[in-house]
């Protein structure tokens, strides 16, 4: 095997700390990067770790500058973990790749080479033709799952998708006569805060935006400031002033997805107040927004790893068109009878469109049922 064991756990702390900052660093991926100083035998000493380090807020530092500059004064001769190829051209930072030569580690393992054209085997060649060894893969399949949104961005120009919807035990998403239809219990609201803060953007369609009046934040101890951006699907742009969303605009970017006929005085009204604005294609007989576009243009923006919340017409439009990766639901134990808009069963439901997943696990979260899909390798 090429990769010895302390090569691969190594691999795994890079990847463990690679999502520190996950939800805040897009455009860029989520790195993590370990330095380690080979044992010197005639010392008798083991390898020690002498630097860590992981993408910053915004993309700043990557994860190698920090690694490196942590390990400073132990670099030569070290060994350099890292879960994406290093950068080798000048971005918002100098290149990573002249960093990692200057700084005279020996040899670099990388988990998965970068998909951007920019770098993809550039940073590799450029790390050999200076004398360093490399050795490409370790943990590949890992890293390939923990970059998911960025390798989805760069190949596909859109953001990886996943869903996220709360059903009754008897299928009920939303109640047809009291106000919000509560389905999840505290505990599991925290659960599903954890899983938003992953993510770079977060988006809902009108239906909820009206009806729940939601804050779309993380409320959750510690991860303060881990709201993703926020985005609304609205044909017409018409936003209440005193919505949540609306007052909490200058908390996180608030991005109104709108209809290609709504009016220049319109837009620039939103504008104005501080909403961002995203212009897509309507279909004129049904009017409702077209959601390729959509992802193409929140790609555009560098949302890397999107979380939906959708109601029920949203929920089914995605699956007909086959849009997520993958889809999070969250099933409580408890009935709420026979008022309220019902979903079929999943399996139902994807057999009845062009949707092909594939049940991943399901397990209990508190007291609920979380069941996991994924979408079929090879399905875009
Ligand atoms: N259980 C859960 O997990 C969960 C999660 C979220 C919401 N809900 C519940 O769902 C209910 C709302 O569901 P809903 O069906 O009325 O609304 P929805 O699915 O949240 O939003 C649908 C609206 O989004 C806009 N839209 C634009 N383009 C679209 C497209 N291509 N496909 C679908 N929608 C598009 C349209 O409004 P415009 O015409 O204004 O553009 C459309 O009416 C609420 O009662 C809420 O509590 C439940």
């Known amino acids: 095997m ?43 000493q083991l390898d020690i770790i002498v630097g860590t380090g992981y993408t910053g807020k915004n993309g700043i530092p990557h994860a190698e500058v920090a690694a490196l500059s942590e390990a ?63 050795l490409v893969g370790c943990c590949e399949k890992e890293a390939i799952i923990q970059n998911s949104g960025f390798i989805s961005r760069i190949t596909k120009n859109r953001p990886f998708v996943s869903l996220k919807l709360a059903v009754t035990k008897d299928n009920f998403i ?34 909820t935006f009206m009806k729940d009046n939601p804050k779309l934040n993380v409320r959750l101890q510690g991860y303060d400031n881990h709201t993703p951006c926020k985005f609304i699907l609205s044909s017409t742009g018409e936003i209440d002033s005193g919505s949540n969303l609306f007052m909490g605009r200058f908390d996180r970017p608030l991005y109104l997805i709108i209809g290609n006929e709504v009016t220049e005085a319109k837009i620039n009204q939103l504008k104005e107040n501080n909403i961002n604005i995203i212009q897509v294609e309507s279909d004129q007989q049904k009017g409702l927004l077209s959601l390729e576009e959509t992802l193409y243009k929140i790609g555009d923006i560098g949302i890397n790893k ?62 609920c049922e979380l069941i996991y899909y994924k979408k079929r390798v090879g399905d875009n």
């Open 2 to 44: 090429r990769f010895n064991s302390y090569d691969i756990s190594y691999m795994r702390f890079a990847l463990q700390i690679s999502s520190k900052e996950q939800g805040q660093v897009w455009p860029n991926p989520s790195v993590g990067c370990v330095v380690v100083s080979p044992k010197d035998k005639n010392l008798k």
């Open 72 to 134: 400073k004064g132990k670099t030569v001769g070290s060994i350099l973990y890292v879960t994406l190829e290093p950068c080798c051209h000048f971005g918002k930072t100098s290149p990573c790749t002249k960093e990692i030569i200057k700084n005279g580690i020996s040899r670099v393992v990388i988990a998965m080479i970068d998909p951007n054209p920019l770098v993809s085997g550039k940073g590799i060649k450029e790390l050999e033709d200076n004398g360093v060894e490399v």
């Open 174 to 207: 939303c109640s047809s006569v009291k106000g919000r239809l509560k389905i999840t219990s505290q505990k599991v609201d925290e659960y599903i805060h954890a899983l938003r803060a992953k993510y770079d953007g977060l988006l809902i369609g009108n239906g």
């Open 306 to 367: 999107l979380l939906i919340e959708p109601g029920i017409n949203l929920f089914k439009n995605l699956i007909k068109e086959n849009i997520p990766d993958d889809i999070y639901i969250f099933k409580s134990k408890t009935n709420i009878g026979n008022e309220g808009i019902f979903i079929k069963e999943f399996e139902d439901l994807f057999a009845d469109s062009n949707a092909n997943f594939k049940l991943s696990y399901k397990r209990e979260v508190f007291d």
